[in-house]
């Protein structure tokens, strides 16, 4: 125990202190030109080693995995597109792609909508209990997605009919009569996706909440007054005054939540698997690599991602600049 | 100036590509021969294993003794998710000295990038093939090289009965599949449901409606056609894999014929799926699992306390009564480390008599030797399950075990569930098992 404290004592030291060296070092490099040059040099040299880092630890991976999608499940020979054809054209990887567009296209709705309702409902209360609202809808964050998923398999569990109930959703419908139903194994009309969506929902809203929150507040209570006197009533002053005015805002926590849901893991390998058609981008390429020890098949996935990903990061950057320029 | 920028951020990340020109890895990676893929030849070595809770407790305690006597230092690496470490550990060459492998397919593969030892030379082969149950010891071997030897076994094909209301009732262990057959449907005739089943396992789920299958093919077509199936010399939806389905639908999924019906099946974890059976007007007479469900987070606690009174067993039959086939799996340990003496030492030790006394005691633990002394089983019913093994005409492993990874943990485990649960018809279920055997 104490050797551990020691060397983790030690890594600091020498982490830190190996940085100050690194830099002062560079920093002896500039100072060897002459002084027009140096100028120019140093910002370079200063962004040589996290530019090398990111290098390493970033780009070459990413790079190195576009190579092995067009390589065989071992990554010892080319095969060319035929990883990409052969998943385009598997059922189980386009059920995969449709379960993951209805993710993105639900969750980060159902959030921002989520979000405003609560924003907007607990600014009407009074600020104790606008504290005690909010501070019970932001909680969820605080639990790792895996702790969610075990939390919600008790609202989801089901148990042979005749048995006792653990399950909350089905003690519910024992109780008033019915028969238990096994929630997460239903995918006509993919019913358990959805479900499973309801988590992600219920640890996110807090997120989408609290940004939300602090842009209808920050909203002029003029232009809310102007509205009202003209005779507009409530749903019209929400959706024609706050929402346009807090624009940027809800676009910032759609592309936030949007790029989570693209990456979500966690709750359905832990809930299902993937099994009963639940099956997503992140599940299925761990299940790939790991359980099938096919190289190819993860980085072909893992690359379809990325495209995927990357207008929307295109975006966000672009979106960013705008705002940068506002200043 | 847009262009010349994205033009730059170009020409980087071209340069930088062509820094991984050499990116196809050379098959073989880490290979070294008979010696193992792991150099490490001190008194201290690591052993990984995939179980944990109370049975790591009690390996580890199994172990003491004899490693403070020989001055090894052991350091043990339990983990649930065995398979993904171990594929994970063996990629990045950070390889333990000792795995124990609780699935003989992911041995085999890892076998065949050259990381393991050869162990014909290191354990006692004679007294081994003498005295351990064979097919346990061949589950060991990679195209006629031992690379595992078995620490423990555990036997799959038995079926739990609750004893006193079977006795009462006046039901008798069939001796052949056509008696379990008639059997099932006189109980079913009585109103009860005659079996119990639950595929629910989490990640896992379909795993116990594998081993109902794997058992009926052994049982009606014997070894040598178990063993091609599970080999893949003849295609999944063979017509002798649509038979045993067929069998497994007249018992299991007939109406009347499974508690709580076919649909509560897929959702029912398997752990617990036979507690109807020991309420006062059982739910159902008949449970087909390995033998550890008799245990603690299996059947109630007051019924694993009372083990002999509450519950029996038979094995289940084969065709005909002499035929006695056995379906089990078990955990293999495999050497890494080929030059390591200390490794060396341990598995001799964990496969010489006299191992595994204490353990055994403690349960948790069948021997994988005919000659261990049943006197250490905890109780009769565990003795008489270790007996089935070294009675048995044919004792194979789990064939979903042995069947590479994308098939024995993923596409089988997830059709059958898909079959079971009725969603999906049985040819369309096998022959898309079939289509998903990596082509090797």
Redesign the interface.
Known sequence: MVSKVVIAALAVIAGVGGTVILFWALNKVAEAFPPKAQERIKPYLFILPAFLAI?LYL??PA??TV??SF?N??????VGLSNYRELLQSPSFQSTLFNTLLWIVVVPVATIVVGLLVATLADRLGPRGEKSAKTLIFLPMAISAVGAGTIWRFVYA??????QQVGLLNAVVVAVGGE?I?W??L?EGRLNSFLLMAILLWVQAGFAMVLLSAAIKGVPVDTLEAARIDGAGEGKVFLRIVVPQIRGTIITVFITVLIGVMKTFDIV??M??G??NTNIIAVDFY?QL?????TGYAAAIVVMLMVAIIPIMVYQVRQFRVQEDQR | MRLTRVARVGAI?AL??M??TA?????GAGANGEAGGNDNTSDSIEIMYGFTGPGSDKFQASLADFAETEGIDIQFSPTPDF??LI??RVQGNDLPDIAIFPQPGVMA?IASTGALADLSEVVDMADLEENVVSGALAAGAVEGTQYAVPLMINVKSVVFYPKPAWESAGYEAPATLDELDTLTKDIAATGTTPWCLGLES?????WPATDWLENLLLAQQGVATYDQWVQHEIPFDDPVVIEAAGTMEELLLTEGHV???R??I???NFATAA??MFEEAP?CFMYRQGNFVAEEGGFPAEVVSDLDTRVGIFPMPGLTPEDKPVLGGGDLAALFSGDNEAAQKVLQFITADGFGDEWAQQSGFISPRSDFDPANYPNEVTAQIAQLAYDSTAFVFDGSDQM???VG??SFW?EM??WV?G?QELPATLANIEASW?AS
Do not use: D, H, K
Not at chain 2, 23 to 27: F, K, M, P, R, T
Not at chain 2, 202 to 206: F, M
């Open positions: 290098s780009i070459y790079l190195n190579v092995y390589a499940a071992r990554s010892t020979s080319f089901s148990n042979p009919p005749g048995q238990p096994s997460l194994q995918s390998y832990v299902t698997n099994n009963f299940n790991f359980t099938n020890g096919n | 990340v930088l590509s820094a991984t990116c196809v890895s050379e098959s398979n993904s594929n994970t593969s989490g990640a896992a789920t379909g508690n709580g019906g649909s509560a897929a959702a029912n507690n109807p739910g590479p990874g994308a943990s993923g997830r569930t898909a649960s969603t990596p």
